[in-house]
């Protein structure tokens, strides 16, 4: 099974500043086989990027997506107020299809 | 518009049983792979089983493996999942999820049914 680590576990930032998250897996995932979710409270998740670096239908540019081979990359450009929120990666390039245990991005 | 909207949780003691049903509507169901993924309250998000779209490839996460069965009936925009020897650790919200046409992702979720396992 594939393991993906992400940290950090919290990040804690204020408005307008960059988020960087990490997601490294415990062996090399194929580009296309890792996306990215978003989840906030009592809400199902929301895919934000696909294939490493794609993003879903109807979001921002502010999110960008990249990485290879064992580690990858959520970085949100600008923090904007609804994007306080838990964020998982997700592999799929071997089954069991894994998720890492997630970033939590509070508000400083 | 897409809508995915499970049923059949509830109470149920360990080693029982329970069927998850999720009911597609908004788009060419049988075009697309479905998936089911587990929340246990206040934890992450743990995948849980895959189901084609028109055959009967399926995967299992290795929790669950003998003990679930995921299943489809395209005529009737289902999606189901039969799980078998509950245990306590299988306590959460189940969400039936939706392939993207093209790529690798989840792009559209039900809102969850919750299944407690407890005596």
């Known amino acids: 099974e594939i393991v993906l680590t992400q940290s950090p576990g919290t990040l804690s930032l204020s408005p307008g500043e960059r988020a960087t998250l990490s997601c490294t897996a415990s062996?090399?995932?194929?580009?296309?086989?890792l996306a990215w979710y978003q989840q906030k409270p009592g809400q199902a998740p929301r895919l934000l990027i696909y294939?490493?670096?794609s993003r879903a239908t109807g979001i921002p540019d502010r999110f960008g997506g990249s990485g290879s081979g064992t580690d990858f990359t959520l970085t949100i450009s600008r923090l904007e107020s609804e994007d306080f929120a838990v964020y998982y990666c997700?592999?799929?390039?071997?089954?069991?299809?894994?998720f890492g245990q997630g970033t939590k991005v509070e508000i400083k | 518009e897409v809508q995915l909207v499970e049923s059949g949780g509830g109470l149920v003691q360990p080693g029982g049983s329970l069927r998850l049903s999720c009911a597609a509507s908004?788009?060419?169901?049988?075009?697309?792979?479905m998936n089911w993924v587990r929340q246990a309250p206040g934890k992450g998000l743990e995948w849980v089983s895959y189901?084609?779209?028109?055959?009967?490839?399926?995967y299992y996460a290795d929790s669950v493996t003998g003990r679930f069965t995921i299943s489809r009936d395209n005529a009737k925009n289902s999606l189901y999942l039969q799980m078998n020897s509950l245990r306590t650790d299988d306590t959460a919200f189940y969400y039936c999820?939706?392939?993207?046409?093209?790529?690798?992702?989840?792009?559209?979720w039900g809102q969850g049914t919750l299944v407690t396992v407890s005596s």
């Open positions: 908004g788009f060419s169901f049988s075009s697309y792979e």
């Open positions: 062996q090399s995932v194929r580009s296309k086989y």
């Open positions: 189901i084609k779209s028109s055959d009967s490839t399926v």
């Open positions: 999820a939706r392939g993207l046409s093209s790529g690798w992702g989840l792009d559209y």
């Open positions: 294939g490493t670096s």
């Open positions: 997700q592999q799929y390039d071997t089954s069991p299809w894994t």
